[in-house]
């Protein structure tokens, strides 16, 4: 499996980005997705999960804010970050478990065998 994560960029407070996961190499429509974000100094946290039938988990921090997304047929995974705070300042990535149950949206990201390079975030205030 191969992830290639885009989409990232230096956004002012209140902004809005659409990050980007192409998928290759699996059966896209078996894999559960997520993103993952990590800043500096920082452990490496959930932000979203979708599960292979497309049930999304959004963190609380992001609730409201974020949306998590997929569209099997391209075998993409999409990040929707509305009015976007300095604190989702991050490297995001994005990840695969490729063993997920049909309704499963993993928390762990010891859950996710595949992960994409990661994309930066800057949000400035």
């Known amino acids: 499996v191969q992830l290639q994560a885009s989409g990232g960029g230096l956004v002012q407070a209140g902004a809005s980005l659409r990050l980007s996961c192409a998928a290759s190499?699996?059966?896209?429509?078996?894999?559960?997705m997520a993103w993952f974000r990590q800043a500096p100094g920082k452990e490496r946290e959930l932000v979203a999960a979708?599960?292979?039938?497309?049930?999304?988990y959004v963190e609380d921090s992001v609730k409201g804010r974020f949306t998590i997304s997929r569209d099997n047929a391209k075998k993409m995974v999409y990040l929707q970050m509305n009015s976007l705070k300095p604190e989702d300042t991050a490297v995001y990535y994005c990840a695969a478990d490729v063993n997920a149950i049909y309704s499963d949206t993993p928390l762990d990201p010891d859950g996710y065998d595949y992960w994409g390079q990661g994309t930066q975030v800057t949000v400035s205030s």
């Open positions: 190499g699996w059966t896209f429509s078996r894999q559960a």
């Open positions: 979708i599960s292979r039938g497309a049930s999304a």
